[in-house]
Nanobody, 123 residues
Framework: QVQLVESGGGLVQPGGSLRLSCAASGSIFSIYAMGWYRQALGKQRELVATVTTAGSTKYADSVKGRFAISRDNDKNTVDLQMNNLKPEDTAVYYC?????????????????WGQGTQVTVSS
């Protein structure tokens, strides 16, 4: 019913930048929040940044001042600009959306995940 498609991952040197993009499509009634999570090898998935429809943002302490999340509500897209990347940012990054479906309207929200995109920071 809903797909989240990510793009923009890759290999970058420490101090470099990458921009991740995610587009949501399908039978979407409304999206409350979109965001990015990451999972490093052997670790639990963790929040990186989220943004609500109203523009309220939340960042992990480890990325504050380096990453910036932005969203286009009309296009159902969310981007993550990552600057001054560090080796510890290496992980699979997942797009996430908290949304309402056309079939159920405001009655129930659902959580969807993208397939993930690899970000590797290494010299």
């Amino acid at each position: 019913q809903v797909q989240l498609v990510e793009s923009g991952g890759g290999l970058v040197q420490p101090g470099g930048s990458l921009r991740l993009s995610c587009a949501a499509s399908g039978s979407i009634f409304s999206i409350y929040a979109m965001g990015w999570y990451r999972q490093a090898l052997g670790k639990q998935r963790e929040l990186v940044a989220t943004v609500t429809t109203a523009g309220s943002t939340k960042y992990a302490d480890s990325v504050k001042g380096r990453f910036a999340i932005s969203r286009d509500n009309d296009k159902n897209t969310v981007d993550l600009q990552m600057n001054n990347l560090k080796p510890e940012d290496t992980a699979v990054y997942y797009c996430n959306a908290d949304l309402y479906l056309q079939s159920t309207g405001w009655d129930q929200s659902y959580e969807y995940w993208g397939q993930g995109t690899q970000v590797t920071v290494s010299s």
